[in-house]
């Protein structure tokens, strides 16, 4: 499934700049993964790069596996909401997805993907502080008809399956269709009722149509669906509770009674409520309408998407219990009783998102070749709602009586009192963004036009609206004359004064929440960033740049913000909203190929200044309470290489470093006023990040040869929080991965090749997320795959 090594290193073609150029002449950080990067890593999408990229950092959401965490030179967002945008833009094929939610769909005919470091705020603007990454699929061919056939089988009933079809209609037509399906068995069993952790089954799809209407015109339209089917992974505990958990306190020991840690990767678990499916349903069409000019082109994109996806997630102990619960699964004890008059039923949340984009791009050349220029209109809408309906369980477990009174004691332990949360949440939002921008690249005739000064500008808007809807009632339950009752504590807490309440707990306070109902909230933002990039050839193969780029992205709200307003000891809350971030960026660096191409090396340095930097931290003694605040200011710097060499025809290396330093300088508390900047942190900004490959093909045989390819990487400690001295941070890990391929036999018009592969060779284990906000555990972790091994079979004509 390998190509032959050239005796000199191919040409890397991207569209990084909204123009097809050598990813050498492109003045951008940039990592290319063409097709024999995608073979070599089983990469179909998003989620499989991560490995690939050293400054790429790639992370589950806590609540679903569907849905991906993005961070590039440490800029990313650790919560995904759908009041809130990432900050690393995802791009398919020139259409931005707006959604962190089902990102971890499979493109079903992937030609390259493009990961862009560091702002990019001109071309792209829109929420790309810390990079973008650009799927590209292949387009279809209009000169002859064309099968491929991908067949994947390994272990854990893996088996994976995609089909590739191109058919010309006429001389100026021409259809493909691509469909891929796969599932996996995850690596925990789950001993408890309903499916397996990690069980997966995964359909997608995509029709492209290619239309030469006329001379100079270009017409293509897609069409992509996926659709994804899962079981969420539930953390793993790993050491007990000491500190103060708030509201969490009082159930604290029964939690950890029902609970099994361990500081190393288990095999089984188990739910004590059935584990329920969640699913992933994503559609989308695009069509691209360009008008090529002597001097320029003329694109116009538009797109329509919607998502809707599913999420049941189990975040108990982990030991089949029942007494201990954190889902959202029916339950019918007295709390549900007292609160509706019968059962809350099962609730599996949903997220639903519609959106549609325009984009109206002029890229061209003047006349005499000296200025080069992309220029551009852009339009985005999109509206989301969140559903946790009808009234649902969140939590229930045994209280621990508090009660100081002398011989009160005993008399409360006979009560068998249980604390009982609920919710019902339904949010809302509606964005609109607009934008112009330009780009315009001087190439004097001086220095045998070997300088390049580009001048690029963006305008946006953004106005963001967004409505919240919670209840979230708490009950305590206890036994009275042998019968069950629920005592509604109120919401707002802190508990209300009663005898039975008192008694129980001697008037602790619990964490307070408001009562949502329909609260709106509605915001606009408007920014300017400019970017200025000095470029020089100083041989036909080698050129520095220097930069200095802006970049922005909006504000918004936190609809996990338990206050309405500042009425609180934070000073602000859902309604006052947060402001936009601003990023200042200024790079060096180098393209160069030496050793008559050879050999490639590229590398930038670079300084970032983060302007009110948007935080997220989570509120102690809470399961999913959450703040957003403007932190005030932090700075980045850091180094990234990247090389390759053909040493042969039969041997090549590659690899990459990142170094960064990343830290928060400035947080003003809203109320003392105080830096308290040493109280947060980067999440996910690893100091250290490697990556290796080896590709030596050792046999050339009569048809075919052989090629095996070692991958190495390593990522240093990073932070698996914002909240600083959080128990979340994640430790150092290295993986290697091995792949033996065979180039394309041909047999006639048909042509055969197959690989072995071996992923996680060593088996190593290594925690990939990390929350410290669970009742039963102060650290719960998510693990990464062990070893996977199997078989890679492709046939085409």
């Not at 951008?28 to 024999?36: H, K, M, N, T």
């Not at 969640?278 to 090529?292: D, E, M, P």
């Not at 934008?435 to 690249?441: C, I, S």
């Not at 306070?509 to 915001?523: E, K, M, N, R, Y």
Request: glycine share 10%; charged share 20%; no cysteine.
């Amino acid at each position: 499934m390998l190509r032959t090594s050239p005796a000199a290193l191919e040409e890397i073609i991207v569209t990084a700049q909204r123009r097809e150029e050598s990813l050498q002449d492109t003045p951008i950080s940039i990592s290319a993964l063409g097709e024999d990067e995608l073979t070599v890593g089983g990469i179909g999408g998003l989620a499989d790069i991560g490995a690939s990229v050293p400054s790429l950092q790639i992370e589950p959401f806590p609540t679903s596996n569907a849905t991906l965490r993005f961070y590039i030179r440490g800029m990313g967002i650790i919560d995904a909401q759908i009041t809130q945008d990432p900050a690393i833009g995802v791009y398919a094929d020139g259409v931005y997805i707006a959604r962190s939610t089902g990102t971890a769909f499979e493109v079903a005919d992937l030609e390259r993907i493009e990961v862009l470091r560091g702002p990019q705020g001109t071309l792209y603007g829109r929420n790309t502080i810390g990079g973008a990454i650009n799927l590209v699929t292949r387009r279809p061919d209009v000169d002859e008809t064309s099968f491929r056939q991908d067949v994947t089988v390994g272990d854990r009933n893996r088996i994976k399956l995609k089909s590739v079809l191109n058919v010309p209609l006429a001389d100026n037509l021409a259809v493909k269709l691509a469909l891929a399906g796969s599932q996996i068995d995850g690596h925990v069993e789950n001993l408890g009722p309903g499916g397996d952790y990690g069980d997966r089954r995964s359909v997608s799809g995509r029709l492209d149509v290619r239309w030469f209407p006329a001379d100079a015109w270009t017409v293509d339209y897609s069409y992509d669906r996926s659709e994804i089917d899962f079981y969420n992974y539930q953390y793993q505990a790993v050491f007990t509770p000491e500190g103060d958990k708030g509201q969490l306190e009082l159930i604290k020991r029964e939690a950890q009674a029902n609970s099994v840690f361990s500081d190393t990767r288990l095999n089984a678990l188990a739910t004590g409520m059935p584990l329920e499916e969640s699913g992933t349903l994503i559609n989308g069409h695009a069509l691209t309408v360009q008008r090529t000019f002597e001097h320029f082109d003329l694109k116009y994109i538009g797109a329509y998407r919607d998502l809707k996806e599913s999420f049941y997630t189990d975040l108990g102990g982990g030991a089949g219990s029942t007494a201990y619960r954190l889902d959202t699964h029916r339950y019918d004890g007295p709390a549900a009783t007292s609160l509706q008059g019968g059962p809350t039923p099962l609730v599996i949340p949903f997220i639903a998102q519609d959106q549609s984009s325009h984009e109206l791009q002029i890229v061209g050349s003047t006349p005499t070749g000296h200025i080069d220029y992309v220029a551009g209109l852009f339009w985005f809408e999109e509206s989301a709602v969140e559903d946790w309906q009808p009234m649902v369980h969140q939590f229930s477990a045994a209280a621990n009586p508090v009660a100081t009174t002398p011989g009160l004691g005993e008399l409360v332990s006979a009560l068998g009192p249980r604390l009982v949360a609920f919710n019902r949440i339904f949010n809302e939002i509606e964005n609109d963004s607009s934008a112009v921008f330009g780009q315009a690249t001087w190439t004097p005739q001086a220095w045998q036009r070997r300088l390049h000064l580009t001048l690029g500008y963006r305008y946006s808007r953004d106005k963001r609206f967004a409505r919240k809807t919670k209840q979230a009632p708490t009950f305590v339950e206890i036994n009275q004359g042998g019968q069950g009752i629920g005592i509604n504590l109120g919401n707002p807490l802190p508990l209300p004064s009663n005898p039975l309440t008192d008694l129980i707990f001697d008037n602790v306070s619990l964490a307070g929440a408001d009562t949502f109902d329909a609260v709106p909230g509605q915001i606009k933002f408007s920014d300017s960033s400019f970017s200025f990039v000095s470029a020089f050839d100083y041989s036909d193969d080698s050129n520095l740049y220097a930069k200095y780029v802006e970049a922005y992205k909006s504000g918004g709200f936190n609809t996990r913000d338990p206050h309405i307003d500042g009425n609180n000891e934070y000073g602000f809350g859902f309604g006052d909203g947060f402001d936009k971030e601003k990023v200042r960026s200024w790079e060096i660096g180098l393209k160069s190929l030496w050793l008559q191409r050879r050999l490639r090396l590229n590398a930038s340095a670079f300084y970032t200044d983060y302007r009110d930097m948007q935080i997220n931290f989570i509120l102690a003694g809470t399961v999913s309470d959450t703040k957003t605040t403007n932190a005030g200011k932090a700075r980045m710097w850091g180094l990234e290489t990247d090389a390759s060499v053909v040493l042969s025809h039969n041997l090549r290396l590659s690899g990459s470093y990142a170094y960064l330093n990343a830290d928060i300088t400035q947080v003003t508390d809203a109320l003392s006023g105080e830096n308290v900047a040493n109280q947060y942190q980067f999440n996910s900004a690893p100091e250290h990040s490697v990556a290796a490959h080896i590709d030596w093909t050792f046999a050339h045989l009569q048809r075919t040869s052989l090629t095996l390819n070692l991958g190495y990487q390593y990522t240093s400690a990073r932070e698996g929080g914002a909240n600083a001295g959080a128990p979340v941070d994640l430790p150092a890990f290295d993986l290697v991965n091995a792949y033996l391929g065979t180039s394309p036999a041909a047999w006639g018009r048909w042509q055969i090749s197959a690989g072995l592969w071996v992923r996680n060779l060593l088996d190593s284990d290594h925690e990939i997320s990390a929350i410290d906000n669970l009742p039963h555990a102060d650290r719960a972790v998510l693990w990464n795959e062990p070893r996977t091994y199997g078989l890679d079979l492709r046939v085409t004509f």
